[in-house]
Structures are given as structure tokens and as C-alpha cells.
């Protein structure tokens, strides 16, 4: 069964601070999506970045960089220089079935404070 | 461009009240359509998943049930409020066709229905 992780309920950190949020997964799919949405205070869910289980190749837009290791199941997520707009909780998330029901996994979530 | 809207925003109810929360999707044909509920200080839970009109999936038992009667319309309705019931509802879609988001599970979500029963 299709299944995320993410051990870190809440995370607080200075700004200016790095920051780094795990997710591990767990499928038995070999073709998946992984994804991380934010949700802001306003509720809604922002998406931040997909990635397909062929390219692990890591990315980074900005001051946010993920890092994709199937080795360990990992899709960890850095913000470097973090900014109070930071502050919110992100979600980890896991496709499953792509292009069937594109039904998504999510984890907990974990939430980020970052202080001024 | 796409849009996804739900309604109400914001919902007080008493137990035992019926509810009926709407989504529409513009844009768009033929999506999968989905309903998610995050509790107090808990992930996202999929309730209900919709890959054509009429067609509705369950994921998990409960007092609530689901609708598609038109293919950009997804309404989550209950008879009988729950306490446990409370909590902030999200209507999302992806596209399950040929378009740019294809088959990436990629989901778009309305700006949530917070709900609360008391």
C-alpha cells in the first residue's frame, strides 16, 4: 500500500535560517509522481514542485530545492534563506496510479514557522 | 484558463443537520474530480474521487456521500452532521486526458469549505 511520511510535525527556525523537510514514501508502483504542496494560512493548497520516479535528478527554483533519493524513498525538501512568507504547512504527497484515478497520498504535513 | 470554486467557505451547522457542499470546476472537460478533508492538525484524507458523471468512489466509511450530477459539478452532502464531521473540505481535479497535466496525478485544489459542527 501506497504510503508518506513525514516524521516532522513542526519545525521553527530564525530567518535566514536553512530548513530542510523529510518525506519518506513507500509503493510497490514503479511509476509514480511525487509531489510537495504548501498550504498558507489561507487554506488553500499551493503546488510546489512534481516529480516523476525516472528522473531523480535533483532541482532547485529559487531559494527551494528537493532532493529525490529512490535509494531510501526520500523526497526531501530545502528552503535556504528562509523568509517568514515561509511560514505555512507543507504537505508531501504520492500519485498513485498515474493516469488512471490520480489519486494522491498524502503525509501529515509538517509546519513550518520561521521567525523574524 | 482553469478554475476550480467551492462553496460555502465557511459553515456552522448543529449535529444532526444535513450539509451540502459545492464544487465546479471551468475550463476544463471531462476531469477526476476529488474531495479531501484535513481535520484539526491532521494530513488530508481522500473521501470521495470522481472519474466521470455518476461515477463516485469511497474511500473511507462514513456518514457522508458524494455527487457528480454534471461533469464539472462535485457536491459532498450529508443527512446527519456528525462533531466528528468538522473540519476544513478541499475539492480538487486533475486531468486524466491529453492535456499538459495528464496522467502526472497532479492536483488542483478550490479554496477549501471550513466546516463546523457543534
Known amino acids: 500500500a501506497q504510503k508518506v511520511t513525514q516524521a516532522q510535525t513542526e519545525i521553527s527556525v530564525v530567518e535566514k535560517e536553512d530548513v530542510t523537510l523529510d518525506c519518506v514514501y513507500e509503493?510497490?508502483?514503479?511509476?509514480?509522481?511525487l509531489f510537495w504542496y504548501k498550504q498558507p494560512p489561507s487554506g488553500e493548497l499551493v503546488f510546489l514542485i512534481r516529480?516523476?520516479?525516472?528522473?531523480?535528478q535533483n532541482e532547485i527554483s529559487g531559494r527551494y530545492s528537493w532532493n529525490f533519493q529512490k535509494s531510501t524513498s526520500s523526497f526531501n525538501f530545502t528552503i535556504t534563506a528562509s523568509q517568514v512568507v515561509d511560514s505555512a504547512v507543507y504537505f508531501c504527497a504520492l500519485s498513485e496510479a498515474p493516469g488512471n484515478t490520480g489519486k494522491l497520498i498524502f503525509g501529515q504535513g509538517t509546519t513550518l514557522q520561521v521567525k523574524p | 484558463s482553469q478554475t476550480i470554486h467551492q462553496w460555502p467557505a465557511t459553515l456552522v451547522q448543529p449535529v444532526g443537520s444535513p450539509l451540502s457542499l459545492e464544487c465546479t470546476v471551468e475550463g476544463t472537460s471531462n476531469p477526476n474530480l476529488y474531495w479531501y478533508r484535513q481535520a484539526a492538525g491532521r494530513g488530508l484524507q481522500l473521501l470521495f474521487y470522481?472519474?466521470?458523471?455518476?461515477?463516485i468512489s469511497s474511500e473511507v466509511p462514513q456518514n457522508l456521500s458524494a455527487s457528480r450530477p454534471q461533469d464539472r459539478q462535485f457536491i459532498l452532502s450529508s443527512k446527519k452532521l456528525l462533531l466528528s464531521d468538522s473540519g476544513f473540505y478541499l475539492c480538487?481535479?486533475?486531468?486524466?486526458?491529453?492535456?499538459?497535466?495528464?496522467?502526472?496525478?497532479?492536483?488542483?485544489f478550490g479554496e477549501g469549505s471550513r466546516l463546523t459542527v457543534l
Open positions: 516529480r516523476n520516479s525516472f528522473d531523480e
Open positions: 470522481s472519474v466521470g458523471i455518476g461515477q
Open positions: 509503493t510497490r508502483d514503479t511509476t509514480y509522481y
Open positions: 480538487a481535479w486533475s486531468d486524466p486526458s491529453g492535456g499538459e497535466y495528464a496522467n502526472t496525478g497532479e492536483l488542483f
